[in-house]
């Protein structure tokens, strides 16, 4: 718990202690629930997992499915809007940012053909999801990713990559030091230095 909130002061301006996490940030409150809700999904106490990951929507307005893996440290900031399905899987320090979606493309139709499917996108270590993104299918995110604000990604992402826009596209390298909202600077204006 100690090296979870530490990942969070490390990466949010804005936290001022440890304290103020626990008390204050709808995120921690999500992924303490969340571990709940997924210790009886596991243990095959479905109904149950869904009321407490309904609680937990209710109380903090981030959606997690009790199915939904879950690496270390895990950041979901401001938090609002936030959904996460089912089968998406989140590696370590993975920061999410208000009202992403990290959802499916089926159609509702033919549901039963669609269980126990792999529907949902898959991060890896250390990747930004900027506000609103929309990440959408059994997409692969690469390690250390940036997916820019209000971006829609269907297709697999590289390690790295910068996307942007609707569809989202690759618009450079992401570097490796932590940059908030997915944003990186390409062009420095230098001539006025």
Do not use: W
């Not at 939904?68 to 809007?81: C, E, P, Q, T, V």
């Not at 992401?174 to 204006?189: G, L, R």
């Amino acid at each position: 718990m100690n090296d979870f909130l530490q990942s969070i002061i490390d990466r949010d301006p804005a936290a001022k202690s440890k304290l103020s996490l626990i008390l204050t940030y709808p995120g921690v409150k999500a992924v303490f629930f969340h571990r709940i809700s997924n210790f009886f999904h596991l243990a095959k106490f479905h109904l149950v997992a869904r009321i407490i990951s309904q609680l937990s929507r209710f109380l903090t307005g981030i959606e997690i499915h009790p199915g939904a893996k879950i690496g270390r440290n895990l950041f979901i900031d401001h938090g609002m809007g936030v959904v996460i399905g089912e089968t998406s899987e989140i590696g370590n320090n993975v920061t999410i940012y208000h009202m992403a979606t990290l959802g499916g493309i089926s159609p509702s139709i033919n549901s039963n053909d669609q269980r126990q499917v792999k529907r949902h996108p898959t991060l890896s270590d250390c990747v930004v999801v900027g506000s609103g993104a929309q990440i959408l299918g059994p997409v692969m995110i690469g390690a250390n990713a940036k997916i820019g604000a209000n971006a829609v990604v269907t297709k697999d992402v590289p390690e790295n990559a910068v996307m942007v826009g609707i569809p989202a596209k690759n618009v450079g390298t992401a570097t490796e030091e932590f940059k908030p909202y997915a944003v990186e600077e390409t062009n420095k204006d230098t001539s006025s230095q």
